[in-house]
């Protein structure tokens, strides 16, 4: 049943909400506009005059993605007593995002662009700025004179990576088994292990 009428700003939110439950379900490149507009409700041509193309729409849910991600970054506590246990609980929180949401990820992450749109780059940077910023205080607070962004190069290489490995492989599960840890704990140590 299609509706009949929207509010200003409801049907393009519409649309967005069903992308976001399509990429729950599927990859971004497993779902079509069509499968947006029947979730949705309307026409396929509805979808058309909200959006040019379905790589507008995934390039905002890319952007809902870092957003999501930096807030609950943002959310861990700075531990002036113990910094070790801050910076460990920053990658946690990066770990835990891309297991909990691996089709977000890829698309994030994985989805190269030629042209990025203003909403994209803007929560991009605002993603890794907190890393740096978190990072910075880490060194700040124990005293330690290395770059901070070059810090936060290494960290982020460091749990995106490990998060690549999650999702793509099967390795850190086998690894877990052996070890008698759960993946989490395994990026836990990884992380303890790097500072």
């Not at 700003?9 to 971004?28: E, F, T, V, Y």
């Not at 379905?54 to 991600?69: H, N, P, T």
């Not at 801050?86 to 994985?110: D, E, H, S, T, W």
Request: net charge positive.
């Amino acid at each position: 049943m299609k509706r009949s009428s929207y509010h200003h700003g409801d049907l393009k939110n519409s649309i967005i909400k069903s992308c976001h439950k399509l990429l729950q379900k599927k990859g971004a490149s497993d779902f079509s506009l069509r499968e947006v507009a029947t979730l949705s409700g309307v026409s396929h041509a509805a979808v058309y005059r909200h959006f040019q193309h379905k790589e507008e729409v995934l390039e905002i849910l890319s952007a809902i993605g870092f957003d999501r991600l930096g807030s609950l970054q943002k959310k861990v506590p700075q531990n002036r007593q113990n910094p070790d246990d801050y910076f460990v609980k920053l990658g946690l929180v990066y770990v835990q995002f891309a297991i909990k949401n691996p089709n977000y990820y890829r698309l994030m992450f994985q989805t190269k662009r030629s042209q990025e749109s203003k909403i994209l780059k803007r929560s991009k940077i605002k993603s890794y700025a907190i890393l740096v910023r978190g990072c910075r205080f880490y060194l700040k607070t124990k005293h330690r004179k290395e770059n901070h962004r070059s810090f936060a190069l290494m960290a982020w290489s460091l749990v995106h990576g490990y998060s690549n490995l999650c999702i793509e492989t099967d390795f850190p599960d086998t690894e877990s088994q052996v070890l008698n840890k759960s993946t989490i704990e395994m990026a836990e140590d990884i992380l303890r292990f790097s500072i």
